[in-house]
């Protein structure tokens, strides 16, 4: 191991234990939270009632977000704050001499979360310009939430990123979305079979991006698919970023089935740039392992010393197709058309989840498309090499206590493009460990700290390559 | 002659029966409460009487969960009284206490059951029990398990009232939530008796 390597490690270890210092100085200082996010406040219940380590949800919290924000049952009896009518109820039956009656929370719906960390990095070579190795809160994000329902048939979701750090520092909306719940209700079907969502919305993923417990993103729903020297493919969709457009979707077998399907632009958090609309599908089913065939079916499962979550098994597969155009405007190859660039994306996800305990999950992905080169001596498009790529993570979440979660995570993209432009990785692959830990200081204050042990990247000189690893430290807190 | 006899006996055990009665007092009082919130929902009792026992009442106490919340939220009972535990909510819940009187070896969890369905629970130990749920953390309530069967719980005011308690010397305590343990003498007399206190944090 060379002096440089040692170094890091040793600064590494002064880093943990300083944290340890950190929580053990700030965890009895911190003061009981009094103020809670919007939907605790509505019901007047703990973070946790929903949240097994925020924003991650347990499986009551999994059904009361499938049921447009409402609990299973009975919801009108748990809500400590009841709304504000629009119209009295009986109007329905007046309807359509009277606007149809809704309801407001009576409350403004908002909660707010800041998140900020301080990161720690490897030395960079000079070759790659200078980098400070520490950044104290860099990123830090502030987020005003809104979400809710508006009766029974209406809910609501929209975050807004009004102040932002470091990397993604412009922010803006992530979702903002309106949900008709039970539409298959007026053609008979069951309850929460067909719902109805339109705005902009991170898509039905196996796993969310935008509400994950990871300070980083997974490297696969990033990536984008660029020919660079290779071709014209210039795909900018990455599907862990938010999409415009509507999504029709529902669930059956108590919860367990999921299905959907989503028209969007596929020009993620922005304004169309072509005329095709991408489509999105995903299908899920999980599996309930509970011996008794009651517990199965229950949102949640019962056991001697109180309820958890199920042990179970979700198998999901997801599609996603559009078109990509490139000279739109028919100047960037003059003498040709608007050129449609098909594409796909498709992939599988499991995760096995043993009670409140241990959750282990994982996704792949292939993504493929479609590089037409503009041939002007012959006037023909060409068919360049596909840009493709494969890619995915899996974690492994296990809870030591119910404030206390260790993590482990892998992620890899496999992008012969990426590499052939020789900008981004040494290889082909890209993989990167991240190990982590969170503490849960209180139900809605997180302690987090994440290592990335990244994949090489070229240094910016001929045969110099760097590892790009880092520390992150930091705190998450709602309200 | 001798229905005579039994006739007398039967109007002056009769008559001492209602002697005693009417002997028995009340004690009343105020309970002032100095750095806690509210002098509502304090335990006031009277403690272990040497050489007397109580009968626990047949009647079992309810203890209920309705909308997310233990109903009632302070609940007194006789040492050996029957606790129903009921489940009135769609959700589930699930009942445990980490101690009794602060032992924690009595801990216990009653797991969880539907609506609709109960559970009971006889305490037969001396002291506070609080009660949670592990599914919902912000629930809680407390179950007071007295020696005597002379007890009650104060209201908004603080004012108590302890019925039938007959003539004597006795000790006076109380429990409270967020308050210290207090205790004082009161002699039973007469009719009514009043003991005021005050609870510390």
New interface residues.
């Given amino acids: 191991m060379s002096s440089s390597q040692k170094k890091s490690q040793l600064i590494c270890k002064a880093l943990v234990l300083l944290a340890g210092i950190f929580l053990f100085v700030c965890v009895p200082l911190v003061p009981t939270a009094h103020a809670i996010p919007y939907f605790a406040r509505k019901?007047?219940?703990?973070c946790?009632?929903c949240h097994n380590n925020f924003p991650e949800l347990n499986d009551?919290g999994i059904v009361f977000k499938k049921n447009g924000f409402k609990?299973?049952?009975?919801e009108e009896?748990?809500v400590?704050q009841p709304p504000t009518l629009l119209g009295a109820p009986a109007q329905k039956q007046v309807f359509p001499k009277v606007i149809y009656p809704g309801e407001l929370p009576s409350t403004i719906p908002i909660s707010f979360r800041y998140s900020g960390f301080l990161t720690y990095n490897s030395k960079q070579p000079l070759s790659m310009g200078f980098q400070p190795r520490t950044d104290l809160f860099t990123p830090n994000t502030f987020t005003v939430i809104g979400a809710g329902t508006f009766g029974e048939s209406l809910s609501f979701w929209i975050d807004d990123d009004i102040s932002v750090g470091g990397s993604g520092a412009n922010g803006g909306l992530g979702d903002g979305y309106l949900r008709v719940n039970d539409l298959g209700r007026y053609i008979g079907l069951p309850k929460q079979t067909l719902n109805l969502r339109f705005g902009q919305f991170e898509l039905d993923l196996p796993f969310s991006q935008a509400r994950t417990i990871n300070p980083t993103d997974y490297d696969v729903y990033d990536q984008s698919a660029v020919a660079g020297k290779l071709g014209t493919t210039n795909n900018p969709l990455m599907l862990g970023a938010p999409q415009r457009g509507f999504e029709l979707g529902g669930y059956a077998d108590n919860w367990n089935f999921t299905w959907s399907v989503a028209a969007v632009n596929g020009s993620n958090d922005a304004p169309a740039t072509r005329n095709f609309k991408d489509v999105y599908v995903r299908v899920s089913q999980q599996f309930n392992l509970d011996r008794n065939p009651a517990v199965r079916k229950?949102?949640?499962a019962?056991?001697?010393?109180?309820?958890h979550d199920h042990t179970s098994i979700r198998l999901g597969g997801f599609y996603y197709y559009g078109r990509n155009a490139l000279n739109t405007d028919q100047t960037q190859f003059s003498g040709f058309g608007t050129i449609h660039e098909p594409f796909y994306r498709v992939g599988g996800d499991l995760r096995f989840k043993c009670g409140d305990k241990f959750e282990l999950y994982g996704l792949l992905m292939y993504g493929r498309d479609q590089n037409l080169i503009p041939d002007p001596n012959t006037g023909f498009l060409l068919h360049g090499s596909p840009v493709t790529f494969t890619g995915g993570f899996a974690e492994a979440e296990y809870w030591v206590y119910p404030w206390l979660i260790g993590i482990m995570r892998y992620d890899a993209v496999n992008s012969p493009t990426d590499f052939l432009n020789g900008e981004i990785s040494r290889f082909n692959t890209r993989n990167r460990f991240s190990p982590g830990l969170q503490v849960l200081v209180r139900?809605n204050v997180k302690a987090l700290f994440e290592y990335q042990r990244s994949w090489e990247k070229p240094a910016g000189a001929d045969n110099l390559f760097f590892r790009p690893n880092s520390f992150l430290a930091g705190i998450d807190f709602v309200f | 002659m001798k229905l005579s006899k039994l006739a007398f006996w039967g109007i002056a055990l009769t008559l001492m029966f209602f002697a005693v009665g009417a002997m028995a007092g009340e004690i009343k009082g105020t309970v002032a409460a100095q750095g806690i919130r509210s002098p509502e929902g304090i335990i006031v009792y009277v403690d272990t009487i040497a050489g007397k026992t109580f009968a626990p009442p047949k009647e079992s106490a309810v203890m209920d969960q309705k909308k997310l919340m233990f109903m009632p939220h302070i609940l007194p009972v006789l040492k050996g009284t029957t606790v129903d535990f009921l489940n009135s909510d769609s959700v589930g819940h699930n009942v445990y206490w980490p101690s009794v009187g602060g032992d924690r070896k009595k801990a216990h969890n009653l797991g969880t059951w539907p609506q609709g369905v109960k559970k009971s629970f006889t305490f037969e130990d001396i002291g506070a029990v609080p009660l949670l749920c592990n599914v919902h953390p912000e629930m809680s309530a407390y179950i007071f398990v007295a020696p005597t069967s002379y007890f009650a719980v104060t209201d908004a005011h603080g004012e108590y009232t302890i019925k039938d308690v007959p003539p004597g010397k006795y000790t006076l305590k109380t429990w409270s939530e967020q308050g210290k343990p207090t205790e004082q003498p009161v002699e039973v007399s007469g009719a009514q008796t009043t003991a005021n206190l005050t609870v510390h944090r």
Avoid: I, M, N, R
Wanted: without cysteine; charged residues 20%.
């Fill in positions: 019901y007047e219940t703990s946790s009632t009551f609990f299973p049952k009975d009896t748990y400590k229950d949102v949640q019962s056991g001697a010393t109180g309820l139900g």
